[in-house]
C-alpha cells in the first residue's frame, strides 16, 4: 500500500512568487491535514478536510494560503505570494475515520529567499 | 501558552542503554488523546501510540514503554536496551478535539542519537 505522497520534496523561490505544494493521501483516507513546521518551532496545524470539505482551517495564517481537495483525492496548498516567514516544512497526513492514527507523508521543505 | 512541553532537546546514549524521553502536557479537557511519533531521517512522522485521557494503563509494545500519570500530566516513553535504528526526533502530541482528532498539538521533540 502505497503511503502519504508529498511533492515537491523541495522548493526553493523567492520572495513574492507562488508555490504549490501537493499532497496524495492514502487511497480510502477521507480525512486530510496539513501541518508546517518552521525553523526552530513546534510542528502546527494548519487545517483539516473531510474528502472535499473543509473541516477546520482555524491554523491557516493568512489569506495568502490557499488549501483546496477537489473531488475529495489530493491537496494542493498554495502560497501566493510567498514571504520569507513562509519558510519551514510542509506536512500532510491522513487517516480514516477515527481510527487514532495519522500516516505522515516525508514533507515538502519550502525556501524563501 | 505551550500545551506540550518536551524539555529535552536532546539526549545522546550508547546502543544498549535505557533512554526516557520525558512529555508534560497542559489541559483543561476530561477527554483528551495523547500521542507519540518517530521522525527517522527519511522525514516522515511514524505513529507510535494513542492514550485516551480516561486510560492511564501503561504500556509495553517490545523495547518501547510508555507511561502515562495524570496526576502529574504526563505522559513518558522509555526506550529499553537502545539501539543504533532508534536514532530519530521523538515527539509527544495532544489532541482535545474528538471531532478532529488529527488535530495535534505538538512539543518542540526530542532529537535522540545512539552510538555503537
Known amino acids: 500500500e502505497a503511503g502519504v505522497t508529498q511533492f515537491p520534496s523541495h522548493s526553493v523561490i523567492e520572495k513574492g512568487q507562488t508555490v504549490t505544494l501537493r499532497c496524495d493521501p492514502i487511497?480510502?483516507?477521507?480525512?486530510l491535514y496539513w501541518y508546517r513546521r518552521v525553523m526552530g518551532k513546534e510542528i502546527k496545524f494548519l487545517l483539516h478536510?473531510?474528502?472535499?470539505?473543509?473541516?477546520?482551517e482555524s491554523g491557516m495564517p493568512n489569506n495568502r494560503f490557499l488549501a483546496e481537495r477537489t473531488g475529495g483525492t489530493y491537496s494542493t496548498l498554495k502560497v501566493q505570494p510567498a514571504e520569507l516567514e513562509d519558510s519551514g516544512v510542509y506536512f500532510c497526513a491522513s487517516s480514516q475515520a477515527f481510527t487514532g492514527r495519522l500516516f505522515f507523508g516525508s514533507g515538502t521543505q519550502l525556501s524563501v529567499l | 501558552a505551550q500545551k506540550v512541553t518536551q524539555a529535552q532537546t536532546e539526549i545522546s546514549v550508547v546502543e544498549k542503554e535505557d533512554v526516557t524521553l520525558d512529555c508534560v502536557y497542559e489541559?483543561?479537557?476530561?477527554?483528551?488523546?495523547l500521542f507519540w511519533y518517530k521522525q527517522p531521517p527519511s522525514g516522515e512522522l511514524v505513529f507510535l501510540i494513542r492514550r485516551n485521557s480516561f486510560d492511564e494503563q501503561n504500556e509495553i509494545s517490545g523495547r518501547y514503554s510508555w507511561n502515562f500519570q495524570k496526576s502529574t500530566s504526563s505522559f513518558n516513553f522509555t526506550i529499553t536496551a537502545s539501539q543504533v535504528v532508534d536514532s530519530a526526533v521523538y515527539f509527544c502530541a495532544l489532541s482535545e478535539e474528538f471531532d478532529s482528532w488529527g488535530k495535534l498539538q505538538f512539543g518542540a521533540g526530542t532529537q535522540v542519537v545512539v552510538t555503537p
Open positions: 489541559t483543561r479537557d476530561t477527554t483528551y488523546y
Open positions: 487511497s480510502g483516507h477521507d480525512n
Open positions: 478536510f473531510v474528502k472535499e470539505s473543509k473541516q477546520d
